[in-house]
């Protein structure tokens, strides 16, 4: 059996489109399904974690047609032992993960692959843990400058139309100039596989599984998807105007030349912020509190990823 989890208002409402297209195929109508549709925030983790009860050995995979917020949803309800592979279908405004693992642009194409191909990917999550509270981040977690962007996107009523435009870039953007000006610097101290740094006047501290964030931005154009070890970002020591420039720059990656941006590979970092700090999960926001600390680390086995393996050849569409 084969498990949808669709999320119908992401994208404005891409997402329940490209269910009704691929319904439609032959292809479709050979498999056995079952299909949800998230009424609410968190119920797609709710669900995921549901179908934990029942015999693993009846579910295929888990096809997951939403944007990358739902996904987050999904992995975290899903217990760190499960088989059940996961697939996405990427029908949101920012679809980050889709291009950090390549998936492409086709949902029919995606589709076919998923069911007819079945060879699955690795993919390393990462894993945060703030006091007790512990849970896994598919593409990134940032804390500062990054998360208050964010949240701004989150809430810009330009939001649906850009998206509507397939200009989602274009929110990130414009929330990073309208939160520029008015965000404070924060003093960080990083504890960077056991080496202990401080940073003053820090401006961000972004953490990811592959290069891109905000829809697109290659922000970390180095980063790879693999095990053990995640890429860190942190910009620091630097007046706005010139981080003005510095995003800029990351439309085609010359912000890693500024002395003022840090890159490291690590596996393990723990994060301790003078005041209370705004992070973001996924595109999702939240705080932690001043002095409270927040410790991350790669999860140590994969998940199974189906519908990333690309053919030469193109799949013809069904329809």
Not at 155 to 171: C, R
Not at 193 to 202: A, E, P, V, W
Request: aromatic residues 10%; contains cysteine.
């Amino acid at each position: 059996m084969y498990v949808f989890i669709v999320n119908p208002i992401a994208g404005n409402g891409k997402s329940k489109k490209i269910f009704s297209k691929i319904r439609k195929t032959e292809l479709f109508k050979e498999i056995n399904e079952t299909v949800y549709y998230t009424k609410y925030d968190g119920h797609a983790e709710e669900i995921a974690a549901n179908l934990i009860n029942l015999n693993q050995r009846k579910v295929e995979a888990i096809i997951v047609i939403s944007g990358d917020g739902t996904l987050h949803e999904v992995i975290n309800g899903l217990s760190n032992d499960t088989n059940i592979p996961v697939a996405f279908i990427p029908g949101g405004s920012g679809n980050d993960f889709a291009r950090g693992v390549q998936l492409g642009r086709n949902p029919i194409r995606i589709f076919h692959e998923i069911i007819k191909n079945r060879e699955a990917s690795p993919y390393w999550l990462g894993t945060y843990k703030i006091d007790e509270k512990r849970q896994h981040f598919v593409n990134s977690i940032g804390f500062g400058f990054d998360a208050a962007v964010a949240k701004r996107a989150n809430e810009s009523s330009m939001k649906k139309f850009l998206n509507k435009l397939h200009l989602g870039q274009l929110s990130y953007l414009s929330a990073l100039i309208s939160v520029l000006f008015r965000f404070q610097f924060f003093n960080v101290e990083l504890e960077i596989d056991g080496k202990k740094r401080r940073y003053n006047r820090c401006f961000m501290v972004l953490v990811g599984n592959h290069p891109y964030l905000g829809g697109g931005l290659k922000i970390l154009p180095e980063a790879k998807v693999q095990p053990d070890k995640f890429s860190i970002l942190m910009i620091h020591s630097v007046s706005k105007l010139k981080v003005l420039g510095v995003f800029l720059t990351v439309l085609w990656g010359g912000h890693v030349n500024f002395s003022e941006v840090t890159v490291v590979e690590a596996e393990k970092l723990k994060i301790i912020s003078n005041k209370q700090l705004d992070y973001q999960v996924d595109g999702e926001t939240d705080k932690i509190a001043p002095l409270q600390s927040c410790t991350i680390v790669k999860k140590t086995y994969p998940i199974h990823i189906l519908g990333t393996e690309r053919e030469e050849s193109e799949i013809k569409k069904i329809s």
